[in-house]
């Protein structure tokens, strides 16, 4: 699928939390560096910055000020757009059929939405049982650096 449309999955903001994977976190650093300099269209949900700031507070113990200041770094972001929409019986029916996270099954159903191809930018793996089109960060570093 050709693209120049991505919508970021939560774990692409997380990786620029959770270190703990140089590859993955450097690859995410990278691509970020790439939508600065070249034109895109990114987006996101605010389903999906939701889960950001629930995993940073709740998981990684970061205080509310440094979620706050990390929301804000995204947030400025060149041509990111907050996108929510999607068919919530297409979410449900993904929800219960693939065993997935709720979060997963709308994301799902919202690509399926868009009228221009969108490429889910994502390392979770769950999309891929509900066939939706994904790259990983390092795999887009390298197709878009050409």
Avoid: H
């Avoid at 000020?65 to 972001?77: C, K, P, V, Y």
């Amino acid at each position: 699928m050709a693209a120049s449309r991505y919508f970021l999955d939560a774990n692409i903001f997380l990786r620029l939390i959770d270190r703990a994977d140089r590859v993955k976190t450097s690859n995410c650093e990278e691509l970020f560096r790439l939508f600065q300099k070249k034109k895109f269209d990114i987006l996101t949900s605010q389903l999906v910055l939701g889960e950001v700031v629930w995993t940073a507070m709740k998981l990684y113990q970061l205080k509310r000020s440094d979620t706050l200041r990390f929301l804000q770094s995204i947030a400025e972001i060149p041509g990111l757009d907050i996108v929510d929409r999607c068919d919530l019986s297409i979410a449900v029916s993904f929800y219960e059929r693939f065993s997935v996270s709720l979060t997963d099954a709308f994301i799902a159903a919202s690509l399926l939405s868009f009228s221009s191809p969108t490429l889910l930018v994502s390392y979770d793996r769950d999309f891929d049982k509900m066939n939706v089109p994904r790259i990983e960060p390092g795999a887009l570093v390298k197709r878009i650096s050409k």
